[in-house]
């Protein structure tokens, strides 16, 4: 059952509000820039129960928060993020089935989502400049370098082209051009033309680019039936791996910056646009129930991955590349979703039992760097 178009005012709550003024308050005093992300994966309960993201209501909703939050924050705010990672949660929700709602392979609704959350982004960058007309607005795209799991394997070829394509490509390219298009042959299906197409006012709909960048992935062809040219991720791996899993692959942020993402460097006058990487970092795993000693706090291998991924950064900035930002992902340690509390990114260590914050190494390194301006040849 839908639910009846809202009549009344959206309002955020106050003691919300409150608090996240102050919040914002105390960065700005600090000297830093803010950021702002208005959908993280999470949606209210009652939208998530009537079809969430596939529920036309989705978009005047988050039109109307993004509005409400551009005049609460907007004088705070330096640049807003609608969406993040939207691909990331249309594959683990409606693909791979781990996040909600919980679809396992379901492409056609994948694809519907895909649309909606486009129409979503686009309500929102409106609103937000209704509010703040110089404000600067974006989302963020989780990018993935793809690797076939066989190079003279065609079938492992066409998944990796289709991967990168959708989960890469498809909402920037839909964003420069205003048109959502899938690639061919499902361009050809009867049911995904009908969500192709024209999305009003979503051409050029963004004031700077922000990626997210973590690792690469191996992908290939599963036999099955119907065929399924999306495959599967490989579970091989050919590099160092983190506590998650994920191969340490800095390399591909330097290509990605330097040569993937060149459709998108600029915008509708010719001018190249900011460039933001804004979340970069790696898990190493503990128990959640640990609490008092010294364990992860000489985190090298965090150490590490953070410098190479730095010096891939300063590679792409030498080479000219418009980069004007890096948040580490992430200050303290995380409830990281499916995965729970296990998979631990913080720069701070948190112990949950006691919510004890310490710093480990990899803190005082990116202090360090931070302080400098720049990796040390101590770092290197």
């Not at 208005?38 to 005047?60: D, I, M, R, Y």
């Not at 495959?231 to 050919?238: C, E, F, K, N, P």
């Not at 631990?344 to 948190?350: D, E, I, Q, S, T």
């Amino acid at each position: 059952m839908l639910r009846p178009v809202r009549t009344e005012p959206f309002a955020l709550q106050p003691e919300a509000v409150a608090h996240y003024r102050q919040l914002l308050t105390d960065i700005k005093a600090r000297g830093m820039k803010t950021f702002v992300t208005l959908f993280h994966f999470c949606l209210p309960s009652w939208l998530a129960e009537v079809g969430g993201w596939n529920n036309p209501l989705s978009v005047s909703e988050f039109s109307q928060y993004a509005r409400a939050a551009a005049r609460e924050f907007g004088d705070l705010v330096d640049y807003w993020l609608t969406l993040n990672e939207p691909l990331v949660y249309v594959y683990q929700g409606y693909v791979n089935g781990i996040w909600p709602p919980g679809f396992r392979r379901n492409y056609l609704l994948a694809f519907k989502t895909i649309r909606r959350l486009l129409e979503g982004h686009v309500a929102a960058y409106r609103a937000i400049h209704d509010e703040h007309p110089s404000a600067k607005v974006s989302y963020v795209v989780h990018w993935r370098p793809f690797v076939a799991r066989n190079g003279l394997n065609p079938l492992d070829q066409v998944v990796r082209y289709f991967r990168d394509q959708v989960f890469n490509h498809i909402f920037p390219t839909a964003v420069e051009t205003g048109d959502l298009q899938f690639p061919y042959p499902i361009s050809t299906e009867r049911e995904i033309k009908k969500i192709s197409g024209p999305i009003p006012n979503l051409k050029g709909a963004i004031d700077f680019l922000a990626f997210n960048y973590f690792t690469r992935e191996i992908c290939e062809f599963r036999y099955s039936w119907p065929p399924d040219v999306f495959g599967i991720q490989s579970a091989v791996t050919r590099l160092a791996t983190t506590g998650m899993g994920w191969e340490i692959f800095p390399e591909g942020l330097y290509y990605m910056l330097s040569e993937d993402i060149a459709a998108y460097r600029y915008d509708s006058n010719g001018q190249r646009r900011e460039i933001f990487i804004t979340e970069n970092g790696m898990a190493d795993a503990f128990s959640s129930d640990l609490n008092e000693g010294d364990w992860s706090l000489s985190d090298e291998q965090r150490v590490r991955y953070l410098v190479s991924h730095l010096v891939a950064l300063q590679k792409a900035i030498g080479k000219g590349e418009n980069i004007r930002g890096y948040l580490h992902w992430s200050l303290l340690d995380n409830f990281e979703w499916s995965d729970g509390l296990k998979p631990r990114f913080g720069l701070v260590r948190v112990a949950y039992p006691s919510q004890k914050r310490t710093l480990r190494k990899s803190a005082g390194v990116y202090a360090e760097i931070v302080a400098r301006g720049g990796i040390g040849a101590n770092l290197l």
